[in-house]
């Protein structure tokens, strides 16, 4: 599993917002996706996944939506919390093959 | 706790020096892959193992190397230190080769001084 080293993107939200962070994938092929949370100096954490089956799913105040069709994942954060402050990336699979987006900074403003 | 235990999580060495980090995965997974990440960068790809043997590899320097022990654990070990090898780096477990059940130990942060 790749991902290209670059320095982020940030998006920057208001405590309470809703937050959208954006990926693009490049593998058509690719059939199961996952979204990583990494905060500062810790090891990215499971946040959620979608299988390509699927194009929504939600979890506790996040969703994923997939669409295959433009080759584009996101990740929609409800009521956005100092907490929530980190960096973002998603992972694509299939075929054995993953990559790992290079990820976006969400910094929440109090 | 992830599951996928690494040590040290802090280390401090001179430039020159040569450390071994170490990385046990979770109970049952047979791959291990190792990743360097510099200060507000994405993951960097270094290597990959699977039940003791390589299995791909990625932008790991000539001087960086890593072995998979008969036990699944597996250790990275960099040589010849510079100060631009100071990051975190990181290890991530997974029951096969695809990315279901992926998940990262806490990390190593090296810096080299």
């Known amino acids: 599993g790749e991902s290209v080293g670059l320095h982020l993107p940030t998006l920057s939200v208001q405590e309470g917002d809703n937050s959208i962070i954006n990926c693009a994938y490049s593998n058509s092929a690719s059939d199961y996706f996952i979204w990583y949370k990494q905060e500062s100096g810790k090891g990215p954490q499971f946040i959620i996944d979608i299988r390509s089956n699927m194009d929504k799913r939600q979890g506790q105040r996040v969703t994923v939506l997939l669409n295959k069709t433009v080759k584009h994942l996101s990740l929609q954060i409800a009521a956005t919390q100092p907490g929530d402050s980190a960096v973002y990336f998603c992972?694509?699979?299939?075929?054995?093959?993953?990559?790992f987006g290079s990820g976006t900074k969400l910094n929440v403003k109090p | 706790d992830s599951g996928v235990t690494q040590t040290p999580k802090h280390l401090i060495t001179a430039t020159g020096q040569r450390v071994t980090l170490r990385c046990s995965p979770r109970?049952?997974?047979?791959?291990v892959y190792w990743y360097q990440q510099s200060l507000d960068q994405g993951l960097q790809f270094l290597i990959q193992y699977y039940n003791g043997e390589e299995r791909a590899k990625g932008n790991i320097l000539e001087r960086f190397s890593a072995q998979q022990f008969p036990d699944l654990h597996s250790e990275l070990n960099l040589s010849s230190l510079e100060l631009g090898d100071s990051a975190l780096y990181f290890c991530a477990s997974s029951v096969g080769r695809g990315l279901d059940g992926y998940t990262f130990g806490s990390g190593t942060r090296l810096t080299v001084v």
């Open positions: 992972a694509e699979s299939g075929f054995n093959k993953f990559y």
């Open positions: 109970s049952g997974d047979l791959s």
